[in-house]
């Protein structure tokens, strides 16, 4: 099945929220295997993958009441594997095999034209929250962001505390959570902070 239109993802969520077990199956049947494909590009263990996939779509339906998804169903679907795919790898660094550290960076992009998709409507859509962020706080979080500099040195760019630059982040990851969707756990966007772009 192909990923969903505009209009047929918001019907379906509106029915997935009511609890239609009906309107799970038609998202799991359109995004599985992209999701999968994803997934795998990464971690190369068809077992985990598929867990993975099943632990996401576990997820929503536990959260169907709570969420609301302010991107398309398949970027916030993608979102949601790529952190537990990351997550995995964070948990288990000491016994999985050095090779698939190997190119990591080259095989995230490796996969379906769909998650490609995914991936930049995401990318892009942080990028339009990011740009539409109050001025001090835009520049704290690019300055953390895109320059890498640690809380202390932003305060000594900008002339303000570090305390006051972690309330901007602060504010911003909540900006971004937000417009991401309100069921967007806090985990995430920090990941997305951290590893998207």
Request: aromatic share 10%; proline share 2%; net charge positive.
């Amino acid at each position: 099945m192909s990923e969903l239109g505009k209009n047929e993802s918001e019907l379906l969520m509106e029915k997935l929220c009511s609890g239609d077990k009906k309107a799970l199956s038609l998202i799991y049947d359109s995004y599985w295997k992209p999701l999968y494909i994803s997934a795998f590009s990464i971690l190369k263990n068809k077992e985990i993958c598929e867990d993975i996939v099943q632990e996401v779509f576990l997820d929503i339906w536990k959260n169907r009441t709570k969420i609301k998804i302010e991107i398309s169903i398949g970027s916030y679907l993608y979102a949601c594997i790529r952190y537990k795919v990351y997550s995995h790898f964070r948990k288990n660094k000491n016994i999985i095999k050095e090779e698939l550290f190997e190119n990591l960076n080259n095989r995230v992009y490796q996969t379906t034209p769909m998650t490609l998709l995914m991936h930049k409507e995401l990318l892009t859509h942080i990028d339009s929250v990011i740009e539409s962020l109050p001025k001090k706080c835009k520049k704290v979080y690019k300055l953390s962001r895109e320059k890498q500099l640690s809380h202390k040195e932003i305060g000594e760019k900008l002339n303000i505390s570090a305390k006051t630059v972690e309330n901007h982040i602060t504010k911003a990851l909540r900006i971004i959570r937000r417009s991401l969707g309100d069921s967007m756990s806090a985990g995430l966007v920090i990941w997305l902070y951290h590893y998207l772009n």
